[in-house]
């Protein structure tokens, strides 16, 4: 399933809204730049929502852990939110869970931040 993104923001971070397969594909480098231009502009917090996301291969772990990098980078964050029970398990296995921060969903997300 082709990857479609969108992007949305208020006062308290950026939104990366994710839909399909995140494999790190063509798509990619795009959403790494997206995190650029959101640190170029001066934002320091973003937030990727995996609630449409159904599957993640081994690039697009390696695709989130380069933007998460590049945000803490200059002292930003990035946070996880409405992963699937199957991407939930990956995060797990691959003990992302361990080193993002997952929110059930983007108003729990803004509820607590």
Do not use: C, W
Not at 16 to 37: A, T
Not at 83 to 95: A, M
Request: charged share 25%.
């Amino acid at each position: 399933m082709k990857l479609n993104y969108s992007q949305d923001r208020d006062d308290k971070a950026h939104y990366l809204l994710i839909e399909g397969d995140l494999i790190g594909d063509e798509v990619g480098p795009k959403l790494v730049e997206i995190v650029s231009d959101v640190i170029q502009a001066g934002g320091s917090t973003f937030v990727i929502d995996l609630s449409k996301v159904r599957y993640i291969s081994s690039s697009g772990i390696g695709l989130l852990i380069t933007m998460l990098t590049k945000m803490r980078n200059v002292g930003g964050e990035v946070f996880l939110t409405a992963p699937s029970d199957h991407v939930k398990k990956l995060l797990i296995i691959t003990k992302l869970n361990n080193i993002f921060s997952v929110f059930d969903s983007i108003e729990d997300f803004r509820n607590k931040n």
